[in-house]
């Protein structure tokens, strides 16, 4: 289906007129272009493997709601440009919702019906979710995914649902980052990479934990980089959430261990292909990552907490411990909002009171004995 919605895209017919085609290609050539056509769009695969957004079959409405659900995929995907994980997530709170409007109702919801739900019947349905063993983070996602879709359909005077006004999204708890300690993060890019089943492979994982903490990328970042665009040099571009670029810069350590392990890597890796693969030479699973984290974290004593993405959260730490400015980190990690970045600084408590004494006025004096 891939193949026929790529070719009715093309401008002029899929496929040469085999009589204005002369002279005519050989069983070979044309034995070639088919496997050609086909290749096209593995190449053109990203990776890792991205989760695929629900088919409209999924959502249980009636034929108007399903038509509106479709629109509000297409503007999710085009204008907030949302990833392929924000859209499966969505998709799914969305299709959870409709599943139990189905059952409360005794029949398929339609825009008419969705507009006429009282409080009572979204905390139903919450209550539901939330006796399912939902956290709180994932209520409030899910209630912040009903307000973008009765949003947009308020926006598309399509239907509004002002009872959602009247509920108040969960409380979630303050969750701190949990970085490692400098000790801990040399020791896991020190580990020795002969402990892994093959060296090349070790070397692999010694790369994209030098990635995770030297330059601080997500481990989706990492093993999303081609091979053409390893870092060698002063700087690398990574494309990150919201499909937003930054520029980060490359220390030697980070691009002597990327350089140590494509010299070892056993596979011609093509310049569109992915750095980083498997065992046999497919994009690599972000869980084979996750699981040699767990195996060092036993090996080393690390803690509970020793995760592929803390070494991203220890990267951002470690650095403002050492005097960083919070919005040069900001930029560094990709954040949108500063906000966000602002967790660490609950992470480094010293460092705020160091910052505190050395700028505040009245700080100063004291310390200079001029108040008590």
Known sequence: MARTRALKGRAGPPFPDPQQDAPAKSAAEGRKARFERRAEPRARRSFPALP??????????????????????????????????????????????????TAHEGGLPTLGAIAALSPADFRAFLAKRAGEGLAPSSLARTLSVLRSFFRFLERRSLASAPAL???????????????????????????????????????????????????????????????????????????GKGRKTRELPVLPVVEKAVADYLRACPFALESEGPLFVGARGAPLNPRLVQRQMAALRDHLALPESATPHALRHSFATHLLGAGA????????????????????????????????????????DRARGKWP
Request: proline share 5%.
């Open 52 to 101: 695929a957004p629900l088919p409209l079959a999924r959502f249980r409405a009636a034929e108007d709601l399903s038509a509106a659900i479709g629109l509000w995929i297409a503007f999710l995907a085009g204008e907030r440009r949302a990833s392929a994980h924000t859209l499966s997530s969505y998709g799914r709170d969305l299709a959870f919702f409709l599943d139990f409007l």
């Open 165 to 239: 006004h009247f509920l108040r999204s969960p409380k979630r708890r303050a969750n701190l980052p949990r970085p490692l300690l400098v000790e801990e993060a040399k020791a896991t890019l020190a580990a020795d990479p002969g402990r892994a089943a093959k060296e090349w492979i070790g070397k692999r994982d010694a790369a994209i934990f030098a990635l995770l903490y030297g330059c601080g990328l997500r481990l989706s970042e990492a093993l999303g980089l081609a091979r053409g665009a390893a870092p060698f040099g002063r700087s690398l571009l990574v494309t």
């Open 325 to 364: 400015d919070l919005r040069a980190i900001q930029e560094l990690l990709g954040h949108s909002s500063l906000s966000t970045t602002q967790r660490y600084t609950a992470v480094d408590s010293k460092r705020l009171i160091g910052v505190y004494e050395a700028a505040h006025p009245r700080a100063t």
